[in-house]
């Protein structure tokens, strides 16, 4: 069967190929097309050169931050002045501030626990039928841990219209009640003053003090007296006595201040004031005056200096006490653009400088100068980027502008 099938493929493949020969040979005769001649190979040229690719622009380099040995400590004590931050519990607590704060700094003003509401205990004095004063735990801490580092406290603050419970003013320390006679309230303002400088003796931490602010904020911009239950109770002459129960029970070392904002708007004010703070003899119960200056990239640096000259005619120690310089100006928030953080340190620059300048000449007593903090973050008004640190703990112009060192400080060439 394999032979029959191989043989008659044979014959069926002979078949088909004279059929297609056939058919092939019917078409019509068609004539070739001439033959293209191949064109001639080009020849060889140099590649052309490719269109180089526009080279990407460089994203500017950050400005290295330069690092430098200076601290404030050792700029400021060049002029006799130690040089001061806040602190709060938080600080207190934590490794990265504490290295900082001892790096740079030898005087602490307590950002709240020596104030009012923090050291009066109303349980205790509804027991002791009079005002006692406690120190908290945090505020022990404190006073503790600035003791182990040698640090110099500046005490704030006694009398003040905010952060004082208001229990104090009235019959049985109930604010349920009615509001305590004049009598009444100048034994309890001369109870509560001598118990804080009694406890601060009996602790051992008296001598840690250099000065108190005896009196916070009791003016305002139009010259009148600020209202507090401090003046209705006992009336007008409640910032005399005041100075005066602080002048008797204070120790001789520790230097008593009056404190505000707003300093350069309540120049006479201030001015007038601390003359009549003086004793039956005609001395002074006031030894300075504290410029909290709190400022803004805008302020006139020009007038600030003519506060701090007309109240250095006076013959009173005169001591920046929260010194912190907002971008912008007040509700205007500047933004932290590279351009308005040089304005800022150039501006730390001058008024740090100016100042200086000043104790050189011997126009201004001044023994100490506080930063209100000196990280953003950390700031009570960090919206405005005050200090000396941004938010991320890096340097900025002000840092360097407060150190005096102009080549940093935002200057431009």
């Keep these: 069967m394999r032979k029959w099938k191989l043989g008659a493929g044979i014959v069926m493949l002979v078949f088909c190929m004279a059929a297609c020969k056939t058919k092939e040979t019917n078409q019509p005769e068609i004539t070739p097309t001439a033959t293209v001649q191949p064109t001639a190979e080009p020849t060889a040229t140099a590649e052309p050169t490719a269109t180089p690719k526009p080279t990407a622009t460089p994203k500017p380099t950050a400005t290295p931050i330069p690092v430098v040995s200076e601290t404030y400590k050792e700029v400021l004590g060049e002029y006799g002045l130690k040089a001061g931050t806040c602190m709060s519990e938080y600080m207190v607590n934590n490794a990265e501030c504490q290295e900082f704060i001892k790096k740079h700094f030898n005087s602490i003003t307590f950002e709240n626990e020596l104030k009012p509401d923090y050291i009066l205990d109303q349980a205790a004095s509804k027991a002791a039928g009079d005002l006692v004063v406690r120190f908290t735990p945090a505020t022990e801490q404190m006073l503790q841990w600035c003791q182990e580092n040698n640090m110099a406290v500046r005490g704030h603050t006694l009398i003040w219209h905010s952060q004082t419970p208001q229990w104090i003013f009235y019959d049985n320390f109930d604010e349920s009640g009615q509001l305590v006679d004049r009598d009444t309230m100048l034994a309890r303002m001369e109870s509560y ?28 911009e ?18 005399w006595h005041a100075f005066y129960f602080a002048d008797k029970y204070a120790p001789e070392y520790i230097d008593l201040f009056y404190n505000d904002y707003n300093e350069q708007y309540k120049t ?25 200056a709190h400022l803004y990239t805008k302020d006139n640096l020009d007038d600030y200096f003519a506060t701090v000259d007309k109240l250095a005619t006076l013959g009173l120690k005169v001591n920046l006490t929260e010194l912190d310089v907002c971008l912008g100006k007040y509700q205007d928030i500047g933004y932290a653009t590279d351009a308005n953080k040089k304005i800022q340190g150039q501006f730390y620059y001058n008024l740090i400088s100016g100042l200086m300048q000043r104790v050189k000449d011997g126009t201004v007593k001044m023994d100490s100068l506080t930063f209100w903090g000196f990280a953003d973050a950390l700031s009570w008004r960090q919206e405005y980027n005050p200090l000396l640190l941004d938010r991320k703990w890096q340097t900025k112009y002000a840092y360097f502008g407060a150190l005096l060192l102009k080549e940093y400080a935002g200057f431009d060439e």
């Design 193 to 220: 003053i001598r118990q804080v400088f009694a406890l601060l003796e009996k602790k051992g931490y008296s001598e840690l003090f250099y000065a108190y602010d005896v009196v916070n904020e009791a003016w305002m």
């Design 222 to 239: 139009d010259g009148s007296k600020r209202y507090s239950n401090w003046l209705a109770t006992i009336g007008e002459d409640y910032l």
């Design 268 to 292: 006479d004010t201030l001015y007038n004031f601390a003359q009549t703070l003086v004793d039956e003899d005609g001395n002074y119960l006031i030894d300075g005056i504290g410029f909290q």
